[in-house]
């Protein structure tokens, strides 16, 4: 069984923590998901994960071993992530035979078909890709190499709508034929969040949470309606954001804790929907007040 396991691990860049004492148990076959928003030091930890850096303080282990600088971890791990760089000298093709050299289980008629399905062809040079084609060729190497630890930082950036769709389809159909702990991070989760069985949520280097994802999109709850009774409503509860939607009326989203009643009376216009998962965590984790409280202090006095 595949387990990644940080216990107190720190990255410093210069000054600069990406990673804090982050301990984290990641074990079996399942999609997770690492959430964050831009530099919460998701990608620190997917590349200690990988072996490609060295924690400043702490211990990794993966397969039983420091993944830093382990063949072993090396030969049943790939990080897929926008800056991958390959060979100028190489065609596709080419890059697909030494992926097939490097990975044993590497499928590269599945590789081959999903470029030709995706316009992509394989005599083109990596280097002259556009950025949508680069990530999207990106992907379709992590997804046919099948390694037990199969990562993807970032990997829908830049792609149009149909492409990440597909994508996640192939991903989902893979994992389902294939099953491997696939770890996708990101911080804009349009198509992925469905996929996910758990997730993990990094601020500020820290570990916010980790847990089932589904049961973590239970937690939250969005209630709407005129602003005093959006107000009376969650006064009694933990608000992680409310805001003006409509001169006289407003939304919030509300953590219910297990045990909370939510005293509602949709007579008096409430209404209460659910919370995606990435309005949850994007809740949690901004700032208290959020952009009508910038922008009140900015105006303030005129």
């Given at each position: 069984m595949m387990e990644v396991d940080f216990?107190?691990?720190?990255?410093?860049?210069?000054?600069?923590?990406?990673?804090?004492?982050?301990?984290?148990?990641?074990?079996?076959?399942?999609?997770?998901?690492?959430?964050?928003?831009?530099?919460?030091?998701?990608?620190?930890?997917?590349?200690i994960a990988a072996g490609h850096l060295?924690?400043?303080?702490?211990?990794?282990?993966?397969?039983?071993?420091n993944p830093f600088n382990s063949l072993l971890v090396s030969a049943n791990t790939i990080l897929v992530h926008e800056g991958m760089a390959f060979p100028p000298a190489l065609r596709l093709r080419a890059i697909l035979a030494e992926l097939e050299r490097a990975y044993p289980a590497f499928d590269k008629k599945l590789a081959k078909s999903l470029?030709?399905?995706?316009?992509?062809?394989?005599?083109?040079?990596?280097?002259?890709?556009?950025k949508g084609m680069?990530?999207?060729?990106?992907?379709?190497?992590?997804?046919?190499?099948?390694?037990?630890l199969t990562?993807?930082?970032?990997?829908?950036?830049?792609?149009?709508?149909?492409?990440?769709?597909?994508?996640?389809?192939?991903?989902?159909?893979?994992?389902?034929?294939?099953p491997r702990m696939i770890l996708l991070s990101g911080h804009q989760l349009e198509g992925m969040e469905e996929l996910f069985e758990e997730v993990v949520i990094l601020h500020h280097g820290r570990l916010l949470h980790h847990g089932n994802a589904d049961e973590f999109k239970e937690g939250f709850v969005r209630i709407s309606g005129p602003e005093s009774e959006v107000r009376r409503a969650a006064s009694e509860v933990q608000v992680?954001?409310?805001?003006?939607?409509?001169?006289?009326?407003?939304?919030?989203?509300?953590?219910?804790?297990?045990?909370?009643?939510l005293f509602m009376n949709e007579g008096l216009g409430l209404k209460s929907?659910?919370?995606?998962?990435?309005?949850?965590?994007?809740?949690?984790?901004?700032?208290?007040?959020g952009i009508d409280r910038v922008y009140a202090d900015a105006t303030d006095g005129r």
């Open positions: 216990r107190n691990v720190t990255k410093k860049y210069g000054r600069t923590e990406a990673l804090r004492e982050l301990t984290l148990n990641l074990a079996g076959d399942k999609i997770i998901g690492i959430l964050g928003r831009n530099g919460a030091g998701k990608s620190s930890a997917l590349q060295k924690p400043s303080a702490g211990d990794v282990s993966m397969l039983g071993e470029l030709d399905h995706f316009g992509i062809p394989d005599h083109a040079f990596h280097i002259q890709l556009s680069k990530n999207t060729f990106n992907m379709v190497a992590g997804i046919a190499a099948r390694t037990p990562m993807f930082d970032e990997p829908l950036n830049g792609m149009d709508a149909g492409v990440r769709s597909d994508l996640l389809k192939v991903l989902l159909k893979e994992y389902i034929a294939h992680l954001e409310l805001h003006e939607t409509l001169p006289g009326m407003a939304e919030a989203i509300i953590m219910v804790r297990p045990g909370t009643t929907t659910s919370v995606s998962l990435g309005d949850a965590y994007v809740a949690m984790t901004r700032k208290k007040g």
